[in-house]
């Protein structure tokens, strides 16, 4: 159901297309199309909630992905044949500038592809890495990496000469973002107010804020997970997976702000510059049933991880939450990651060969995003290629990492393009 606006009806009147009239008091109407904002008289973290009912018609319709440019090899120098890529950032002249854990090193590439060198080097002085965790580029061009190995923040000038260097706590090394960095520089480190023993849902989570000169503002303080999100997780190619736990989620903005939901409904919340917090709904989007060949395949690696660890994990359900997780890209757009039908991979004989007695993960989900701008308008359903997941995205481009047969990397610049008639 999607909603329409008729700028003769007086405040509070939303018209639906359907025929039905919903009256909500303080109803705001913001020039977009299929989106409204309404105050309602709710109380999130002692503020007023403005929800943002979806249509079902993204604005950019539907879309397809189209690739332009592929980055990497088997074999070759680090730049060419990548290592362990952590994470990238498209500059505003449309390079591309890549942080490798291996090494570790932080390369840098034209929009045309050509190599144009590597920023820093290996070590603990200025200048150097010793895991380079997050690469970020500014509007004005200048560059931020973060090492939070290192306790380092590094920034270098937009012709990569060294800035500045400063020091932050240590981020919390795990399968998801220890930083982020903000769009005037600052930087945001992750810590855990508590260390969850095994089995256990993760403990609170805070995010120190720095400005860009390196002084430590505040923190943010993310909501706690729930005590069903106790979970274990698998590495694929396409992520990180886990057995269609319920939990809430959240992500930094590069803007300074938390965003953050419960994924057993589609409900997504982040604050407004005015202190308010917006509220995305999405109605009418079901569950997604557990096939019996996932359940058992989830049951049996639960099995074998309680076996060997003594843990007792939880059980798969037979539905799965709405979201797995969220993410926002250096425009400050939300990318929803959803929860979709799952497809049977199959192995070749050197993957069964390297997992040893580990259990396969054959039934896969395409990783699929709903894509919501900052004003919570929803703009597109973007499903990537298999076996690879997104890395970085600005405008219409969309980087993504894709593991190759032999578990090389490439780097792969997809461009979002209407979807043929």
């Known amino acids: 159901m999607g909603v329409r606006f008729d700028h003769r009806v007086t405040e509070g009147l939303i018209v639906l297309r359907c025929g039905k009239v919903a009256r909500a008091p303080l109803a705001k109407c913001v020039g977009v ?28 319709g539907p879309v397809t992905l189209v690739e332009e440019l592929r980055l990497g090899q088997l074999d070759g120098a680090p730049h060419e044949a990548f290592g362990s890529v952590v994470s990238v950032t498209i500059t505003p002249t449309g390079e591309l500038l890549v942080a ?89 480190m992750r810590r855990l ?37 106790a979970t274990f997780y698998a590495r694929t190619p396409d992520g990180p997976r886990e057995p269609f736990t319920t939990n809430t989620y959240h992500a930094v903005s590069p803007r300074g702000y938390l965003v953050w939901g419960r994924n057993d409904v589609y409900r997504i919340r982040w604050p407004t510059n005015g202190g308010d917090v917006v509220e995305l709904r999405r109605s009418g989007v079901m569950p997604v049933p557990v096939t019996a060949q996932e359940l058992s395949e989830w049951r049996g690696m639960g099995d074998y991880l309680n076996r060997s660890s003594g843990i007792d994990y939880p059980r798969p359900p037979d539905e799965k939450p709405i979201f797995r997780g969220l993410w ?31 259990p396969l993960v054959r039934f896969r989900e395409q990783n699929t995003y709903d894509l919501i701008d900052p004003r919570g308008r929803y703009l597109a359903t973007i499903s990537i290629p298999r076996k690879s997941r997104v890395m970085a995205a600005s405008g219409a481009v969309v980087w993504v990492l894709e593991t190759g047969a032999f578990g090389e990397e490439y780097l792969v610049r997809l461009r979002v393009e209407p979807e043929p008639a």
């Open 33 to 60: 199309a299929a989106v409204c904002l309404t105050g309602v008289p709710a109380s999130v973290w002692g503020q007023t909630t403005l929800v943002v009912e979806l249509t079902d018609e993204p604005a950019w």
């Open 100 to 188: 490798d854990g291996i090494g570790p090193g932080l390369f840098r590439f034209g929009e045309n592809g050509r190599f144009l060198g590597a920023l820093g080097g290996v070590g603990e002085g200025p200048g150097e890495f010793s895991a380079i965790e997050l690469v970020r580029a500014l509007a004005d061009g200048s560059i931020v990496a973060v090492d939070p190995r290192a306790s380092r923040v590094t920034r270098f000038d937009a012709e990569g000469t060294l800035d500045r260097t400063f020091p932050v706590a240590g981020g919390s090394f795990s399968l998801f973002p220890v930083a982020q960095v903000g769009d005037d520089g600052g930087v945001f």
């Open 193 to 229: 107010a508590g260390i969850p023993r095994p089995g256990e849902a993760g403990g609170a989570i805070h995010w120190l804020r720095y400005d860009p000169e390196g002084v430590l503002l505040d923190t943010l303080v993310a909501p706690e997970p729930d005590p069903s999100g």
């Open 328 to 358: 926002v890209d250096q425009d400050a757009r939300i990318w929803v990651h959803r929860y979709v039908e799952s497809y049977e991979y199959t192995y070749s004989d050197l993957e069964r060969e390297e997992r040893g007695d580990r």
